[in-house]
């Protein structure tokens, strides 16, 4: 089983930039892959980045590749989010999420644990 705990996310003007964290519980948090999704307000909930277990494969959707970068540090049990050249359409809730292997996906249904999400809102 493992926990996430997402943060960093806030109101920021348009052509700006955010970090987001996610924290995670338990052992062995290199054998799991991680992504970041993001739901917006009357939307599905849809893949933004992923990184294998490694930290050696990273895969971003079209709409935020060249923007944003995903990363990871093993050793603190932690993934990041580095958002920059942020659009109002980024505004969303974004999840951190997990999946009982290390290789990375991009689809929803393959991850299995989920953090609470955190609000980033991008002004124009």
């Known amino acids: 089983q493992v926990q996430l705990v997402e943060s960093g996310g806030g109101l920021m003007q348009a052509g700006g930039s955010l970090s987001l964290s996610c924290a995670a519980s338990?052992?062995?948090?290199?054998?799991?892959?991680m992504g970041w999704f993001r739901q917006a307000p009357g939307k599905e909930r849809e893949f933004v980045a992923t990184?294998?277990?490694?930290?050696?494969?990273?895969v971003y959707s079209d709409s935020v590749k060249g923007r944003f970068t995903i990363s990871r540090d093993n050793a603190k049990n932690t993934v990041y989010l580095r958002m920059n050249s942020l659009k109002p359409e980024d505004t969303a809730v974004y999840y951190c999420?997990?999946?009982?292997?290390?290789?990375?996906?991009?689809?929803?249904?393959?991850?299995?644990?989920w953090g609470q999400g955190t609000q980033v809102t991008v002004s124009s």
């Open positions: 990184i294998s277990g490694s930290g050696r494969s990273t």
């Open positions: 999420a997990a999946r009982d292997s290390a290789w990375a996906a991009s689809e929803l249904k393959r991850y299995a644990y």
């Open positions: 338990g052992r062995l948090f290199s054998t799991y892959a």
